[in-house]
T-cell receptor
Framework: NAGVMQNPRHLVRRRGQEARLRCSPM?????VYWYRQLPEEGLKFMVY????????ESGMPKERFSAEFPKEGPSILRIQQVVRGDSAAYFC????????????FGQGTRLTVV | GESVGLHLPTLSVQEGDNSIINCAYS??????FIWYKQESGKGPQFIID?????DKRQGQRVTVLLNKTVKHLSLQIAATQPGDSAVYFC?????????????FGQGTTLQVKP
């Protein structure tokens, strides 16, 4: 049973470009969370999704950021018109339907905006 | 505001000694706490958890203590090994949340000297 898979592991974008980060949850998990980690800081919650539904997006910036978790395929975190301040590690976690507290994290995508 | 914070940013211990990592939280409504270990370049890895109706829980070489009176959480690692070197985060889930959203502290770096 593969763990939470995130890709790419490293992503470099120029200012103004778009970044797409993918997360495939563990098999059987239908809950996905996205967190952002700035250097030397803890993880900050961004968004919580279930299949085809955004449940809690209270941590998402109001502009340029969006997330989806379609019926088929991975969850996508999309950042439009990236700026240098978006440079961070983005982690995805998934949990099984029966227990929201059993979250397993992926290895993260490290986004660098140049 | 709500926060989960750690008392010391860096802890250096000798191999074989016991380590104690502390965490203070401010939201008395939190009812679930987790310790994570994050190695360089990797995602957070679950270590141990505890619910607010408990004051102690033991795992393999690790013990978590919860003092709700002073809103304090600690992680004790017995016989610390070089492989324990990492950043340790405490995280909480608020009792009013049914989404499993984690609120992370800033992290403590544990350095194990051989």
């Amino acid at each position: 049973n593969a763990g939470v898979m995130q890709n790419p592991r490293h992503l470099v974008r120029r200012r103004g470009q778009e970044a797409r980060l993918r997360c495939s949850p563990m098999k059987g998990h239908s809950h996905v969370y996205w967190y952002r980690q700035l250097p030397e800081e803890g993880l900050k919650f961004m968004v919580y999704l279930q299949k085809e539904n955004i449940i809690d997006e209270s941590g998402m910036p109001k502009e340029r950021f969006s997330a989806e978790f379609p019926k088929e395929g991975p969850s996508i975190l999309r950042i439009q018109q990236v700026v240098r301040g978006d440079s961070a590690a983005y982690f995805c976690a998934s949990s099984p339907q029966t227990s929201n507290t059993e979250a397993f994290f992926g290895q993260g995508t490290r986004l660098t905006v140049v | 505001g709500e926060s989960v914070g750690l008392h010391l940013p860096t802890l250096s211990v000798q191999e074989g000694d016991n380590s104690i990592i502390n965490c203070a939280y401010s939201n008395s409504a939190s009812d679930y706490f987790i310790w994570y270990k994050q190695e360089s370049g990797k995602g957070p890895q679950f270590i141990i958890d505890i619910r607010s109706n408990m004051d102690k829980r033991q795992g393999q070489r690790v013990t978590v203590l919860l003092n709700k009176t002073v809103k304090h959480l600690s992680l004790q690692i017995a016989a610390t090994q070089p492989g324990d070197s990492a950043v340790y985060f405490c995280a909480e889930i608020h009792g009013s949340s049914n989404t499993g959203k984690l609120i992370f502290g800033q992290g403590t770096t544990l350095q194990v000297k051989p």
